[in-house]
């Protein structure tokens, strides 16, 4: 069984940084993507960035303008999101997801992924 357990959220003062991780297991294909997500109250759940197990192809939003980065530790089994110079409008339950159907490129949609974690809160103070 697929799972996804997330890690690193928390408050943070705008500029700051944070980590967050993703550690999977039960994912037998080499063919999948892991990516982020997040949903802001009212807000529509929107992909952050994603990452493609196969070939390495990264995604990011363009409102991420260079401060995220995505990367994996294959053997770990974890993705991680590094998020620096934090902004308000960053705050949010950020989910991550796994999918065996998007090939990692372009931006991730919400029904392309079939696999879900719980969600972590990140909370940027002005």
């Known amino acids: 069984e697929v799972q996804l357990v997330e890690s690193g959220g928390g408050l943070v003062q705008a500029g700051g940084s944070l980590r967050l991780s993703c550690a999977h297991s039960?994912?037998?294909?080499?063919?999948?993507?892991i990516a982020w997500f997040r949903q802001a109250p009212g807000r529509q759940r929107e992909g952050v960035s994603c990452?493609?197990?196969?070939?390495?192809?990264?995604y990011y939003a363009s409102f991420v303008e260079d401060r995220f980065t995505i990367s994996s530790d294959s053997a770990k089994n974890t993705v991680f999101l590094q998020m620096n110079s934090l902004k308000p409008e960053d705050t949010a339950v950020y989910f991550c997801a796994a999918s065996t159907f998007h090939t990692g490129w372009g931006q991730p949609e919400p029904y392309e992924y079939d696999y879900w974690g719980q969600g972590t809160q990140v909370t940027v103070s002005s």
């Open positions: 039960g994912l037998t294909f080499d063919d999948y993507a």
């Open positions: 990452i493609s197990h196969s070939d390495g192809h990264k």
